[in-house]
């Protein structure tokens, strides 16, 4: 995720990022809807779009941009080309260094593997709240709650597909983005609590399968308030080289 002229290691910058970058998809989806059967269909959008937003943020949005750490030696640009024998060795070396035990790393490793364990325990706890969801919608969940059911799983994939790229802004050390993915998906994790919540006491006969939720979702606030916590930090902390 790449944005001109924006820094997104500052949340303010990031949150800036992400509002446009949701304008634009709202602003492409109407237009899509109005234009989308009529031959010249992407130039007329094109119209319409470089009137409303920055040349640079279109131009920005065909082409990828590697973003390497700091001070790799590919920062120039461009994804190095590698053979299959260095693909594998450093695929060895990738996981000799995820072997090294916490306390051997630099301080600004070991708190970005900190966070990185946070994430994960997000993204695993939300994976099986989907997975058991499933299984409730279809077998107890009563008809007249479908639609509470299938809210659960739009926002329940939501804060997933929020913190896949929560950690894929870390690997780009663009930790301001990072903190504001993980902020939405925390909001997203808050709406969930309260809509399960309400179930569980709208339907007291399947409270106690409801209430289990309720009480993973908890726990993975907690964990959403640690992951916050160390982003916050490591921008301060990756000032240095790794």
Known sequence: MSYPGLNLNSPE????????????????????????????C????????????????LDSLSSFTFLPPPGDP??????????????MENAGE?????????????????????TEQHILLVQNSVYQLMCDWCNLYAAVLPPARRRDGLQ?????????GNMR?????????????????????????????RL????????????????????ALQNTLQSFADIQRLLKRLPEESSGDF
């Open 13 to 40: 910058e990031s949150q800036a990022a992400l509002e446009l970058n949701e304008r634009f998809i709202h602003r492409y989806t109407e237009l899509l809807d109005r234009f989308g059967n009529l031959p010249a």
């Open 42 to 57: 992407d130039a007329l959008i094109y119209e319409q779009l470089k009137g409303e937003f920055p040349a640079e943020f």
């Open 74 to 87: 590919t920062a120039s640009g461009g994804v190095p080309e590698q053979g299959v024998s260095e693909e």
């Open 94 to 114: 990738n996981e000799e260094a995820a072997n090294i035990p916490d306390e051997e790393l630099p301080p600004q490793l070991r708190m970005m593997r900190q």
């Open 152 to 160: 659960v799983l739009m926002f329940s994939s939501l804060m997933l």
């Open 165 to 193: 790229s929560c950690m894929d802004q870390m690997a780009c050390f663009q930790f301001g983005m990072a903190l504001q993915l993980s902020i939405r998906g925390c909001q997203l994790c808050k709406v969930l609590f």
């Open 196 to 215: 399960i919540q309400k179930l569980a006491h709208d339907l007291p006969s399947l409270s106690a399968l409801l209430s289990e939720r309720v009480k």
